[in-house]
C-alpha cells in the first residue's frame, strides 16, 4: 500500500493555505496541490462566490450549492491522487457545517486536518497586501471567531503569526500526527 495521504488545509482568507499548500505538497516526493479556489474558477457561466450570496458567514443559494460542489470536486480529486500514490493536499476554508461535508466527502478514508491559525492582525496585514481585498478586517475577525468556536479541538492547529512558510510547512510536516482523523 502506498504512504500517499491526504492532507487538508484550512483557515481563513489570508491564513496563508494557498502558499503554504502548495509548498507542503512539494515536499513529497510525489504530491499535488488541490487549491478549491482554482475548482470554484472552473465555473466560468453562472459561478457564484460566497461574497455574492449572504457573504462568508452565511452562503446562500447558488453560491452554497457551488461551494459545497467545489468541496465534494476537490475530496474527489484527492481521493484520485491518493489511490495513484500521490499525496494530495486540499487547501479549503472548513468551518462550522463544512466539517460535516468534509467528513462525508472523505467517508473511509483517513486524512490529516491543518488548521492554520495566525493572529487576526497577522490575516488583515496579509490581506491588504493582496492585489485584491478579499476578506477585510471585520469578516476577519469574524471568520477567526467562528473558525475557533466551530472546529476547536480538531486536527492539528498551527498559529504562524510569526513564521515564514517555509517554517510552517516544517511544523506541519513534523506535526502532521497530531492533525490525523480516521474516517
Not at 493536499?89 to 490529516?112: K, M, S, T
Request: aromatic share 6%; charged share 25%; proline share 3%.
Amino acid at each position: 500500500m502506498s504512504d500517499a495521504k491526504i492532507i487538508v488545509v484550512t483557515g481563513v482568507q489570508g491564513a496563508g493555505k494557498s502558499t503554504v499548500g502548495r509548498l507542503l505538497a512539494g515536499r513529497f516526493e510525489r504530491g499535488a496541490f488541490v487549491e478549491a479556489d482554482a475548482l470554484q474558477r472552473m465555473i466560468v457561466a453562472g459561478g457564484r462566490w460566497v461574497t455574492d450570496d449572504g457573504g462568508p458567514a452565511q452562503p446562500q443559494g447558488e453560491a452554497y450549492e457551488q461551494l459545497r460542489l467545489r468541496l465534494r470536486n476537490a475530496c474527489l480529486l484527492a481521493r484520485s491522487f491518493r489511490e495513484a500514490g500521490i499525496t494530495a493536499v486540499i487547501d479549503d476554508i472548513i468551518i462550522g457545517e463544512r466539517w460535516g461535508h468534509l467528513r462525508e466527502d472523505l467517508a473511509g478514508v483517513p486524512f490529516c486536518f491543518v488548521v492554520l491559525a495566525p493572529e487576526v492582525a497577522t490575516v488583515v496585514a496579509r490581506d491588504t497586501a493582496r492585489e485584491s481585498l478579499t476578506v477585510g478586517a471585520e469578516w476577519a475577525r469574524y471568520l477567526d471567531d467562528e473558525q475557533r468556536r466551530t472546529m476547536a479541538g480538531i486536527g492539528l492547529w498551527v498559529d504562524s503569526s510569526r513564521q515564514t512558510p517555509e517554517e510552517t510547512v516544517g511544523e506541519v510536516l513534523r506535526r502532521l500526527d497530531e492533525g490525523l482523523i480516521e474516517s
